[in-house]
């Protein structure tokens, strides 16, 4: 069993000890440290021994949501505010969850398996095997569907949410794009903005800043245009 080293972002002393008390609690987890700032938080990270960050929002000097913004180092963030208006801009930023205190344990338990979950479909065994197979599973109304490779035209991300568009369906899945990615072979699909990935195989033309795709037009970011028009090129060849 794989140990997720955990960190606390919080300035909140009650809060801290709640939080991590619950770490306490799950063996899938291991406490490196509490921080009261951003500041003591960046240089825990130097460190390069974090996976999950449990982050306050409300925090001294630069808040969490900026923090996020800041970060170098990728890790799977958890949210822990007692304001719940910033929950839609969370999501935007790929947190995996948001928790609003005072927290539960049944509510800590069920964003930590999330985690848990996204961690073990991102391993690199897992990731190799539905490379191989032409698949991936995905979470969309209550059970795990299977979403074949070849079947994709794009994937679109949302608030918090993400649509798998094929020729014939949608499907949507409580996820965030970046976890999606993961789970995608790279040499078929690429990222061409902040919301949307393709099938490079499916692009029907490239003209001017969109690609146009299952009859569907996607704008490029511009810092992504000649990469990617190169890697459209190179799969042509």
Not at 24 to 50: F, N, Q, R, W, Y
Not at 151 to 172: P, W
Not at 222 to 231: G, P
Request: hydrophobic content about 40%; some cysteine; proline content about 3%.
């Amino acid at each position: 069993m794989h140990v997720l080293n955990c960190l606390i972002v919080e300035d909140e002393p009650l809060a801290a000890r709640v939080i991590a008390d619950y770490v306490a609690h799950m063996p899938e987890l291991k406490l490196t440290g509490i921080c009261e700032d951003v500041h003591t938080a960046s240089k825990k990270l130097e460190e390069g021994k974090t996976e999950l960050i449990f982050l306050d929002i409300n925090l001294p000097k630069i808040n969490g949501m900026e923090f996020i913004k800041a970060m170098d180092k990728k890790c799977h963030i958890i949210l822990t505010t007692a304001y719940h208006q910033y929950a839609l801009e969370g999501f935007e930023l790929d947190v995996v969850d948001y928790l609003l205190k005072p927290i539960s344990w049944e509510r800590f338990m069920k964003a930590v398996n999330k985690v848990l979950e996204y961690q073990k479909l991102l391993s690199p065994k897992n990731s190799t095997d539905q490379t191989a197979i032409g698949h991936m599973f995905v979470r969309a109304e209550g059970r795990m569907e299977k979403v074949l490779f070849d079947e994709i035209l794009f994937v679109e991300s949302h608030q918090n949410y993400v649509s798998i568009h094929t020729a014939g369906r949608k499907i949507i899945t409580y996820s965030s794009l970046k976890n999606i990615e993961a789970l995608l072979p790279a040499i078929r699909f690429v990222k061409v903005q902040k919301s949307f990935i393709v099938a490079i195989d499916k692009i029907n033309s490239l003209q001017g800043g969109n690609i146009s795709i299952g009859g569907t037009s996607i704008p490029i970011s511009r810092k992504l245009k000649d990469e990617i028009r190169n890697k459209v090129l190179a799969k042509s060849k």
